[in-house]
């Protein structure tokens, strides 16, 4: 549970995992998966599975596109998994003309999503872990 970035165009970032019918993006433990996949625009249907501890996948039935209220039945709800507010974003410092697009929601219970702040800090992430981008012909480092 938690935020989850999927970063793309990055060249050191996981290799695309296509079928002929799917994409799959494997999340690391972090929440942060680096792929080399441009980012897919258009109508897509989406489906998010997480993996159980045998290694059996387990579909996310629920998806939640809007505010969740604070009412006390969905502070109690810690069954129901589900995605909430997918969206995607850019990002781009002025120290370069690199700049990366990513992939950005929550996974959680309703219980779980309303009880904190579970953000994570994406600049300081990149920092930490400079990104090289796939589409420069050079080796240009975000956040140097």
């Known amino acids: 549970m938690g935020e989850v970035y999927i970063i793309h165009n990055v060249a050191d970032g996981e290799p695309l995992k296509r079928t002929l019918w799917s994409i799959t993006y494997r999340i690391p433990q972090d929440g942060v998966l680096r792929t080399q996949a441009p980012i897919r625009r258009g109508l897509l249907s989406t489906a998010y599975y997480y993996e159980e501890k045998g290694g059996t996948l387990e579909r996310i039935r629920y998806s939640w596109n809007t505010t969740l209220p604070r009412t006390a039945q969905n502070l109690a ?68």
């Not at 690199?98 to 929550?106: K, N, R, V």
Request: net charge positive.
């Open 77 to 144: 709800n810690d069954r129901d998994v589900g995605v909430f507010f997918p969206r995607t974003g850019k990002f781009q410092t002025s120290l370069n003309p690199c700049s990366i697009e990513f992939e950005l929601f929550d996974v959680g219970t309703k219980s779980y999503l309303l009880s904190g702040d579970h953000r994570k800090d994406l600049v300081k992430y990149l920092r930490e872990h400079p990104v090289t981008c796939s589409n420069q012909h050079r080796s240009d480092r975000l956040l140097n």
